[in-house]
């Protein structure tokens, strides 16, 4: 029997398919996927937020159960992602004096604290995963500040904020399963965590964690987390405007873009137009695809060009608008690795080629890694985020060991924060 702290679950709740990973941690420190599992998220989650706490509870029932039957594990926690319009995200620094000389467990719960000060509100929840919290003594940033000597500790740190709401769904769902809610992770820093490399977070790069209605966002550069956000759109918005350009059924809209995708002729096209080359007409008799669940009255058949302008124009719109927070930030230079885009959305046919052409950086589908994942259906990008938040897991687990963060308290009571103030300016 292995033992509990060997042993994870990570769930992605997506608004598409809610999914389930079961890993396990050799000593040496080497991570192996042991099981997966999904089942259809059938609208129980929207944006984020549980929208059909029982549908909710019935997929997560399923995706756990295939992953336990794969594993031959039974995890006694769940670690969550979440994502969406409520979340916020912020990078705050707190400094403490290091009154003996040398950095204890103390000096970085208060520097947490003071970081998050300003952030704290009624009905909201503050998380930081240990992966996104940087140390810095005396001005030089270390890895592992514990035991190091110097005079002022600085914590440049990550923090989501997260309404009360929102997690308590998400707890009742996993304690549905007689299952303890362990922590949670920001999607997009899990995402990221799944995907990329060292060098990436280094030399900068932005991840696109393409979802059905929520996109995240989490850019890197120096191995520090420059910018993060939450986009209230995915691919359900290309499936919209098909079925209203086409009145065709949702599920059909759904094939639709998933069998045609973007067409890169429109990409070249566009790009020459942007330089002044005009634009050739189409050549030849039209294809024309035929429908299955058009309206009455409408079309049983259209030119597949109209299609493909639906879908390359709404998807262009939406890059475009990423490309307009990165610029607006002075972002958009520094990503010498270029955008990498992952998720289930991410899987459009040709979505690369489009990001690059509207970022003008190199773009690439992001694949887990750092991990050994052996059911092959986890390979693909749709389970970044959920590799992801397997290593945030192992991550917490091993500083909750250290005394680093303590059990249960990524999200720090309020009560507990005013103690240590406190404590520390009052006595």
Not at 204 to 230: E, K
Not at 231 to 244: E, I, P, Q, S
Not at 262 to 270: C, D, S, V
Not at 349 to 359: P, R, S
Request: aromatic fraction near 6%; charge should be negative.
């Amino acid at each position: 029997m292995r033992g509990r702290r060997d042993i994870v679950g990570a769930v992605d709740f997506g608004s598409h398919t809610i999914r389930v990973l079961i890993a396990r941690q050799a000593p040496d420190g080497h991570i192996q996927v042991l099981g997966h599992g999904s089942a259809p998220g059938k609208g129980s989650v929207v944006n984020g937020v549980i929208q059909d706490r029982n549908a909710a509870r019935e997929s997560l029932k399923r995706a756990l159960r295939q992953a336990e039957r794969e594993s031959r594990c039974k995890p006694s926690s769940l670690f969550c992602g979440v994502n969406g319009r409520k979340v916020e995200t912020f990078i705050r620094e707190g400094n403490v004096e290091i009154e003996n000389g040398e950095v204890e467990i103390d000096h970085l719960a208060e520097a947490r604290d003071i970081a998050s000060r300003d952030l704290l509100a009624p009905g909201k929840n503050i998380t930081s995963s240990v992966t996104s919290q940087e140390w810095y003594v005396d001005g030089m940033r270390v890895a592992e500040p514990l035991g190091i000597r110097g005079q002022v500790l600085k914590g440049r740190i990550h923090f989501a904020r997260i309404p009360g709401v929102v997690e308590d769904n998400m707890a009742s769902c996993v304690d549905s399963q007689r299952r303890e809610l362990e922590d949670v992770i920001f999607l997009p820093l899990a995402a990221s965590l799944g995907c990329l490399t060292p060098e990436d977070r280094e030399l900068g790069v932005a991840v696109l964690d393409l979802g059905r209605t929520t996109t995240g966002l989490a850019v890197f550069r120096n191995s520090q987390i420059l910018d993060t956000r939450s986009f209230n759109w995915g691919a359900y918005h290309l499936t919209r405007d098909v079925a209203a350009g086409l009145h065709v059924s949702f599920d059909e809209a759904d094939e639709l873009v998933e069998e045609y995708g973007i067409n890169p002729a429109l990409i070249m096209m566009a790009l020459e137009e942007e330089d002044g080359i005009p634009l050739p007409n189409g050549d030849g008799a039209p294809e024309r695809i035929q429908l299955r669940t058009s309206v009455p009255g409408a079309p049983d058949s259209v030119d597949r060009r109209v299609l493909e302008e639906i879908v390359f124009e709404r998807a262009k719109e939406l890059l475009v608008q990423v490309r307009q927070h990165l610029h607006a930030r002075g972002l958009i230079q520094g990503l010498v690795r270029g955008v990498v885009l992952t998720g289930g959305a991410s899987k459009l046919t040709n979505q690369a080629i489009l990001a690059e052409a509207v970022f003008d950086v190199p773009s690439r589908i992001g694949f887990p890694n750092s991990v050994e994942i052996l059911p092959d259906p986890a390979r693909s990008p749709e389970y970044s985020g959920a590799v992801g938040i397997v290593l945030h897991a192992f991550d917490y687990r091993n500083a909750v060991r250290n005394g680093r963060v303590e059990a249960n308290g990524a999200m720090v009571s309020l009560s507990r924060r005013f103690g240590r103030f406190f404590r520390r300016y009052f006595l």
